[in-house]
């Protein structure tokens, strides 16, 4: 194990940090708990000479915790219910996926 995941792993299994949540498959219905960190970044979308800012829903999920998300899977943190949309994006290490997420 590197150092770099070894931060990681003590990053997520820190309550401050991180929320436990329940991803769902689409296809399968199987489960799995996992530990995410929520982010909701504003996005800023141009059309023409107009610019939107919209709110988003992200989070980043351990790819030891969730090796092969999918568009469309269900991720369920408290009474919150999100569907995975877009392609699940890896970083550079290959560690953690940022996921897109928009309210079931």
Request: overall charge negative; proline content about 7%.
């Amino acid at each position: 194990m590197t150092v770099f995941a070894a931060a990681m792993d003590r990053i997520y299994a820190n309550p401050s940090m991180a929320a436990a949540a329940v991803w769902i498959s689409a296809t399968t219905s199987e489960e799995r708990p996992i530990r995410v960190i929520r982010r909701a970044p504003d996005r800023i979308t141009e059309f023409g000479a107009a610019r939107f800012v919209s709110d988003t829903t992200m989070v980043d999920v351990r790819v030891s915790d969730l090796p092969d998300p999918r568009s469309g899977d269900l991720i369920v943190i408290g009474t919150d219910s999100f569907t995975i949309q877009g392609e699940p994006v890896r970083d550079r290490e290959r560690l953690i996926w940022s996921l897109d997420l928009r309210p079931s």
